[in-house]
Nanobody
Framework: QLVESGGGLVRPGGSLRLSCAAAGFSLDSYAIRWFRQAPGKEREGVSC????????IYSGSVEGRFTTSRDTAKKVVYLQMDNLKPEDTAVYYCAAGGLPTGSGNGLCGRVENYRGVKVWGTGTQVTVSA
């Protein structure tokens, strides 16, 4: 099970930090992805960090504003979101899993990849509004 936290209401230009923690298994061998879904819109891949933390990738809509990182000691993955915009409003989900191949569990591939996801979180709401 994955549990997200840190969502909430923030004004445009503000910041939030989302956390993703695992219960019952270790995140260490997984690439960890963040997705989001706004009402009436398709799910969008936001970011991915590889199991080694050497690779981080972002969607074009958040590049330069969002940063994902991994604290291996605390076994938590973060999504730091700065300069938030109203269009960032969505439910944010973390997901564990890399490429849908036997050896690709720790690799990101493309940011929108979801076929290799093994575990999904339940989501946390982020609302950006004045």
């Amino acid at each position: 099970q994955l549990v997200e936290s840190g969502g909430g209401l923030v004004r445009p230009g503000g910041s939030l930090r989302l956390s993703c923690a695992a219960a019952g298994f270790s995140l260490d061998s997984y690439a960890i992805r963040w997705f989001r879904q706004a009402p009436g819109k398709e799910r969008e891949g936001v970011s991915c960090i590889s199991s080694s933390s050497r690779t981080t990738i972002y969607s074009g809509s958040v590049e330069g504003r969002f940063t994902t990182s991994r604290d291996t000691a605390k076994k938590v993955v973060y999504l730091q979101m700065d300069n938030l915009k109203p269009e960032d409003t969505a439910v944010y989900y973390c997901a564990a899993g890399g490429l849908p191949t036997g050896s690709g569990n720790g690799l990101c591939g493309r940011v929108e990849n979801y076929r290799g996801v093994k575990v999904w979180g339940t989501g946390t709401q982020v609302t950006v509004s004045a």
